[in-house]
């Protein structure tokens, strides 16, 4: 599945190695399957909090990240695709206008079950290469990017297993989502 997302990225929607795209995601495998197919990319991720798709508030912070970032393109799944178009039916039936970010949108589940699987992968990282960028909850002002490397990656998987926090049986289960960076790494 992360080799067809990371096809469409880079073979069909015109993303190139280095290109930021917005993953916003309810919690769930679809948010799994697109952050390692942009790492398998070479693409860097920006997870975000998937505002509610009628709430202008939320809409206002995800508008911040991408204005922040520069992100062009915005990855999410078909269910919150489609309470993003019910939201904006139900906003012009009451006359309001919902002020999403100018973002390409792409479903990804549906290029999940596309034939063409092949991806070139991107597997020679820098330690400074970024990763992808991690922007703060924005709960005191403005919600702020954090860059993260694959050194820090690397790093953190290393310390988390000299601490015994890791090996190869242990399964981690969270209920942390994975745009919130603990539940992320």
Not at 11 to 35: Q, S, T
Not at 112 to 140: I, M, W
Not at 151 to 171: D, M, R
């Amino acid at each position: 599945a992360t080799n067809q997302v990371g096809n469409m990225l880079l073979n069909k929607r015109g993303v190139k190695r280095g290109d930021v795209v917005m993953l916003v995601y309810p919690p769930g495998l679809d948010f799994i399957v697109a952050f390692v197919a942009c790492l398998k990319a070479g693409v860097v991720s920006v997870p975000v909090y998937p505002p509610m798709p009628g709430d202008a508030k939320d809409l206002l912070k995800l508008v911040a990240v991408q204005s922040s970032c520069g992100a062009s393109v915005a990855l999410t799944n078909g269910t919150y695709m489609r309470g993003v178009n019910l939201a904006g039916f139900k906003s012009f039936l009451l006359g309001r206008r919902l002020q999403w970010p100018e973002m390409e949108w792409f479903v990804t589940d549906v290029a999940r079950v596309a034939k063409s699987s092949h991806l070139a992968l991107h597997n020679e990282f820098k330690k400074d290469d970024v990763a992808f960028l991690q922007y703060t909850s924005g709960s005191t002002g403005a919600p702020k990017g954090v860059i993260v490397t694959h050194g820090n990656l690397a790093h953190n998987s290393h310390a988390l297993q000299v601490s015994g926090k890791t090996s190869t049986n242990l399964v981690n289960v969270s209920w942390v989502p994975g745009y919130h960076d603990m539940g992320l790494i």
